[in-house]
C-alpha cells in the first residue's frame, strides 16, 4: 500500500515557475516509478511526466517537455515537479501517482494523491 500526498500548488501568473512536492508513505518507495498527472478544468486526465524506480529515467508529457522537470529522492521518500515557463493551459489539479514500472497510462496506476490545484493567471 502506498499513500500519497501532494503539496506545492498555487497561484501564480503566466510565465512564473512553481515546484509541486509529493510524499510517500510506504516502506518500499524505491519499488515505484512515480508520476504526475493532471487534470484541467473540463479536461480529462492528462499524463505529465514519469521517473523510474531509481530515477535513471523520465518521459514528459509533449505539453511540458522543456518547461517541467521531474525528480525523487528515494531517501527521504518524495518526488517533485518543478515546472517553469508556466501557462494558462497549465492550470490543473496534479496528481502525484506510483506503479510497479514505468508507463503513462493513468488508469495503470494504482496509488493517487488527492492532488493539488495549480492555477495560472494571464
Known amino acids: 500500500q502506498v499513500q500519497l500526498v501532494e503539496s506545492g500548488g498555487g497561484l501564480v501568473q503566466a510565465g512564473g515557475s512553481l515546484r509541486l512536492s509529493c510524499a510517500a508513505s510506504t516502506r518500499t518507495f524505491s519499488a515505484y516509478a512515480m508520476g504526475w498527472f493532471r487534470q484541467g478544468p473540463g479536461k480529462e486526465r492528462q499524463f505529465v511526466a514519469v521517473i523510474s524506480r531509481s530515477g535513471g529515467s523520465t518521459v514528459y508529457g509533449n505539453s511540458v517537455k522543456g518547461r517541467f522537470s521531474i525528480s525523487r529522492d528515494n531517501a527521504k521518500k518524495m518526488v517533485y515537479l518543478e515546472m517553469n515557463s508556466l501557462k494558462p493551459d497549465d492550470t490543473a489539479v496534479y496528481y502525484c501517482?506510483?506503479?510497479?514500472?514505468?508507463?503513462?497510462?493513468?488508469?495503470?496506476?494504482?496509488?493517487w494523491g488527492q492532488g493539488t490545484r495549480v492555477t495560472i493567471s494571464s
Open positions: 501517482a506510483a506503479k510497479s514500472s514505468l508507463g503513462v497510462d493513468a488508469t495503470e496506476y494504482p496509488y
